[in-house]
Each structure stands twice: as structure tokens, then as C-alpha cells.
């Protein structure tokens, strides 16, 4: 998808940037979209100066993102990845210490905890609906065995209200060819979006 090479571009000359932003840098790295990052929103590998990104954060819709667009999702993204560089680094380190947060600061996204890091299940493709409440599932894998909604049926399992399968969908990955306006309008705020642009805060 050419929109998609083009965002892999552009986040790597951020990326570089945020990288520039913070004490100390970082050595190069490397930023590339890979259809196998599939629990998170990205990687990193420390050792070889690489961050790779989930491209299935473009199988969701705006709505379902806490920053509202692919576009901020992904920055934010590129962000929080730029200062694991740059910690590990300087520093050997690797985790979401006080001096993590401080330094994402620096590039304008306030410390929000795990919810920083994305939906894990962006690549879902089975759904799954409670028989009782219509509450929804998404998975990445069938479920084995008798699951009932944990909403209606807390801690144990109860068949009057069973999650049933609604919706197999394609391969995650060939289902992102549907998804290609998405990308271009994400490279389009990309575009015209100032790197220093702070992020908005995210509700807990
Ligand atoms: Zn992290
Ligand atoms: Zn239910």
C-alpha cells in the first residue's frame, strides 16, 4: 500500500526529531510498519535500533480510539517509542520509570499509564456477542469451550447468556486493504501537523 510506505517515511523523520528533542538523543533508529506487531500499537528492539508498528491500528475506526485519530494514535506512538530510545540509550533503561513520563513531557504527552500503549486487539477478527446483552467481544482466536458473558454472568459460566460467534472476518492483514483511506487521511494530518504539536489528554 503506497499510502502506508509513505506514513513509514514520515515516522521516521519524527521519529528521528523526537529523538533530537531529548537529552542526550539516541543512535538512529529504524521505524517500520510489520504485520507481525499484533498486541500492541509497537515494538522496540533495543539492540538493533528498531521500532516496529502494528499497521492494524487502521482496522479501527476513529471512534474507537482514545486520541480520535490514526494519525495522534500513531504519534503518540512514535512519542513514547523515541523515549524508550533515548532511555535505553543513555541509561540502560527500559520500563515507564517517574524519569519516562518526565521526558515524554518534554514532547507533549501527558504520563497516562498502560492506557499509553493502545488496545491489544486491534487485530481481532472473530466477534463474539452475548446471547442476553448483545455486549461485544473481538478476538484474535476462537474461543474454545463454553464462555458466557462476564458482564451478566460474573465469575462463572452461564449458558443463558453464552458469548455466540457474530462475525468471522478476514486475515487482519488482508483486510487492511479496505482500510487504505484511512492511511491517506492519516498522512494527510500528518502533513500539516507541526512536530511540536502537544497531544491531547487522554480521560482515565
Ligand atoms: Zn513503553
Ligand atoms: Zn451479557
Do not use: K
Not at 514520515?10 to 517500520?32: C, I, S, T
Not at 484474535?140 to 451478566?152: K, M, Y
Not at 449458558?159 to 491517506?184: F, I, N, S, Y
Request: aromatic share 8%.
Amino acid at each position: 500500500m503506497r499510502a502506508l510506505q509513505a506514513l513509514e517515511d514520515l515516522a521516521n523523520e519524527r521519529f528521528d526529531a523526537y529523538l533530537a528533542l531529548l537529552p542526550g538523543g539516541a543512535p538512529p533508529h529504524r521505524v517500520e510498519f510489520s504485520r507481525r506487531i499484533t498486541t500492541s500499537w509497537a515494538l522496540i528492539y533495543y539492540r538493533r535500533h528498531l521500532v516496529r508498528l502494528s499497521p492494524y491500528l487502521f482496522l479501527l475506526d476513529p471512534a474507537d480510539l482514545p486520541r480520535g485519530t490514526h494519525w495522534r494514535e500513531l504519534d503518540a506512538t512514535l512519542r513514547h517509542e523515541a523515549v524508550h530510545a533515548n532511555l535505553y540509550a543513555r541509561r540502560g533503561e527500559t520500563g515507564h520509570s517517574a524519569e519516562f513520563h518526565r521526558r515524554l513531557a518534554r514532547l507533549g504527552v501527558e504520563a497516562n499509564g498502560e492506557r499509553d500503549l493502545g488496545p491489544e486487539n486491534a487485530a481481532f477478527r472473530f466477534v463474539y456477542a452475548c446471547r442476553q446483552c448483545d455486549q461485544r467481544w473481538r478476538r484474535r482466536h476462537p474461543l474454545r469451550g463454553n464462555w458466557s458473558c462476564g458482564a451478566c454472568a460474573p465469575g462463572r459460566y452461564d449458558p443463558a447468556c453464552r458469548m455466540e460467534l457474530r462475525e468471522e472476518l478476514g486475515a487482519p492483514w488482508a483486510r487492511l486493504a479496505d482500510r487504505a483511506a484511512l492511511v491517506e487521511c492519516a498522512l494527510a494530518e500528518a502533513q500539516r501537523t507541526p512536530l511540536r504539536e502537544p497531544l491531547p489528554t487522554l480521560r482515565a
